[in-house]
Structures are given as structure tokens and as C-alpha cells.
């Protein structure tokens, strides 16, 4: 059994960028780079605690109480995207978790699959890339703080040759009630293709589809959806077959999917420019402020 001190004396080898060699993207006085040591990983789990425990009210275990982070055994294998403000002196206020095929073997598999079967998606050809674990300090909650992620996504998979993003998105509260409008309109419009369907586990799925069409507001469906799920659906984002109640968060999961195509092409001009001028091909370079 491994105890709360031990964790804190042998913490684990995480990914970084410096395995990989990306630059970053500025703006004003934030910037958007890869986690480059484990002391950057650990500033996106305080983060995460902070949001997901203190403010969401998830509930935490006791190593995460006495540690102040919220970890789990995905974090060692996922590169870790971060929203640096200098302003404040380099404190992180956003952070994305990053985690593709070939790294997800190291933590046994991806997150998703905790809740939903994605065994259409991992027979996908080619690479692709779970999204978890995003979040935004609350004074910086902005279209400025959402578009300096999506940038950074979409870098990163042009760098990566992503082919489909995939991941829980998550509403608050675990009443579906609350969210019956929006769920059955996330079902009853933008349901995946069925060959790219995820499907809810069989002992945690929860219908979406609570309302009839006749009952749906379709524009007032789209105005309450939390604000990451509406990026994906504007980015022509897909859900899975079912939700799922996460006790622990405090939250009702659906199961996102976004071919990356979506993302990159608003930057695949700018993206190719700086991968040429690179002598080290960076991904999340220059040309991109």
C-alpha cells in the first residue's frame, strides 16, 4: 500500500514537453505551452483541485485532500497543455490533459473508457488523442482563455497528425432533470455515426433522450449547454449513445467525439507556415501569435 508521504517522496515521471520539443503561443501576458517538469504537472493539478473539489464540489480522497492535487494514474502517461499568466507570476489558470494511443498504453487505456465502450473509436485508423481533465481558473473564463486552448489543440494536431478527438464532457449536478432539455437535444441532433458511436456502459448508462422533439427548443437547447460542450458542437462535435452519472465529480458525463479536421482547418495556413520555417518542426511555434 502505498501512503500519502511515500507519494510525495517518489512522485511519478510524467511526460513533458520536453520529450517532445514544442514551443509555445503568447498572448498579452498568458501563454500557452506543454508542461515541461513534473513541478508544471503538479500546478495543473492544483488547479484541478481547486475547481473540480473546492468550487464543483467533487469529492475528493483523502491523499488528495492532504496533497492539494487532484491525480490519478492517467496523468504520468498524458502530456499536459497549460495556460500560463505572467501577470500573476507564471501561475497556471488553464489546463487540458492530452493523451494519445501510443502513450495510453502506459496508464492501461484511456479515461473514457471507465464510462463508455469506445472500441469504435480506438479501431480507428491512424492517431488519436483523449481530451480530459479541462479546466479555467474562474477569473479567467473568457473567450480569450477558450480560444488560446483551442489554438493549442489544434497545433498540437497538426504536429501529432490527430485524426479524431474524443473525451467526457460534463454538465454539474447529477439530476438529469436539469439538464433534460439539453441532453435530448445534444441525442436528437448530434448523435456520432454509428460506426463512431460510443455507448454508455451497460450498468452506468442514462438515457439522453428524456424529451420529445416537440418539447425542444432547439436555440434555447444550445444557449444552457456548459460552455465546452457548445465548442464542440460548433466545431461539428458529436456525443455517444447515453450519459453517464460520475458520483465523484458531481457531474453528468457525455461522451464527446470531434474529427480534428474541424479544429485545424480555422489554423492549418498558419500551422504549415511555421512547421516549415522550423528546423525543429514545433508545433506550437511563432507563427501562431
Known amino acids: 500500500m502505498v501512503t500519502v508521504s511515500e507519494t510525495i517522496a517518489r512522485p511519478a515521471r510524467m511526460l513533458t514537453s520536453s520529450d517532445h520539443g514544442?514551443?509555445?503561443?503568447?498572448?498579452?501576458?498568458?501563454?500557452?505551452?506543454?508542461?515541461?517538469?513534473?513541478?508544471?504537472?503538479?500546478?495543473?493539478?492544483?488547479?484541478?483541485?481547486?475547481v473540480f473539489y473546492e468550487e464543483m464540489?467533487?469529492?475528493?480522497?483523502?491523499?488528495?485532500?492532504?496533497?492539494?492535487?487532484?491525480?490519478?494514474?492517467?496523468?504520468?502517461?498524458?502530456?499536459?497543455?497549460?495556460?500560463?499568466?505572467?501577470?500573476?507570476?507564471g501561475v497556471v489558470v488553464g489546463t487540458y490533459r492530452l493523451l494519445r494511443r501510443r502513450f495510453s498504453e502506459k496508464s492501461g487505456g484511456f479515461y473514457t473508457s471507465r464510462e463508455f465502450d469506445i472500441s469504435k473509436l480506438t479501431r480507428v485508423k491512424g492517431?488519436?488523442?483523449?481530451?480530459?481533465?479541462?479546466?479555467?481558473?474562474?477569473?479567467?473564463?473568457?473567450?480569450?482563455?477558450?480560444?488560446?486552448?483551442?489554438r493549442?489543440?489544434?497545433?498540437?494536431?497538426?504536429?501529432?497528425?490527430?485524426?479524431?478527438?474524443f473525451g467526457c464532457a460534463s454538465f454539474p449536478g447529477r439530476n438529469p432533470d436539469i439538464h433534460a432539455e439539453a441532453l435530448s437535444y445534444l441525442h436528437q441532433n448530434h448523435l456520432a455515426p454509428l460506426d463512431l458511436r460510443p455507448t454508455a456502459l451497460p450498468i452506468?448508462?442514462?438515457?439522453?433522450?428524456?424529451?420529445?422533439?416537440?418539447?425542444?427548443?432547439?436555440?434555447?437547447?444550445?444557449?444552457?449547454?456548459?460552455?465546452?460542450?457548445?465548442?464542440?458542437m460548433?466545431?461539428?462535435?458529436?456525443?455517444?449513445d447515453g450519459a453517464v452519472i460520475d458520483q465523484q465529480f458531481n457531474t453528468i458525463d457525455v461522451c464527446i467525439i470531434v474529427k480534428m479536421a474541424n479544429l485545424a482547418r480555422r489554423y492549418s495556413r498558419h500551422y504549415a507556415r511555421?512547421?516549415?520555417?522550423?528546423?525543429?518542426?514545433?508545433?506550437?511555434?511563432?507563427?501562431?501569435?
Request: aromatic share 8%.
Open 22 to 50: 514544442f514551443g509555445s503561443i503568447t498572448m498579452g501576458s498568458t501563454e500557452l505551452r506543454l508542461a515541461r517538469d513534473n513541478s508544471d504537472v503538479e500546478a495543473a493539478q492544483e488547479l484541478r483541485y481547486r
Open 57 to 89: 464540489g467533487a469529492e475528493p480522497s483523502h491523499e488528495s485532500v492532504v496533497l492539494g492535487l487532484d491525480q490519478d494514474s492517467f496523468d504520468s502517461a498524458a502530456e499536459h497543455l497549460l495556460v500560463i499568466d505572467h501577470s500573476r507570476g
Open 127 to 150: 492517431e488519436i488523442l483523449e481530451l480530459g481533465r479541462s479546466c479555467v481558473a474562474r477569473d479567467f473564463r473568457s473567450r480569450a482563455t477558450m480560444s488560446l486552448l483551442w
Open 152 to 165: 493549442g489543440l489544434a497545433a498540437y494536431a497538426f504536429e501529432h497528425k490527430i485524426e479524431l478527438m
Open 204 to 232: 452506468r448508462y442514462l438515457d439522453m433522450n428524456i424529451l420529445s422533439h416537440r418539447e425542444i427548443d432547439p436555440r434555447r437547447s444550445m444557449g444552457d449547454l456548459p460552455p465546452l460542450i457548445k465548442g464542440y
Open 234 to 240: 460548433r466545431l461539428g462535435g458529436w456525443v455517444g
Open 274 to 289: 511555421d512547421h516549415e520555417r522550423s528546423t525543429q518542426g514545433s508545433g506550437l511555434g511563432s507563427g501562431f501569435q
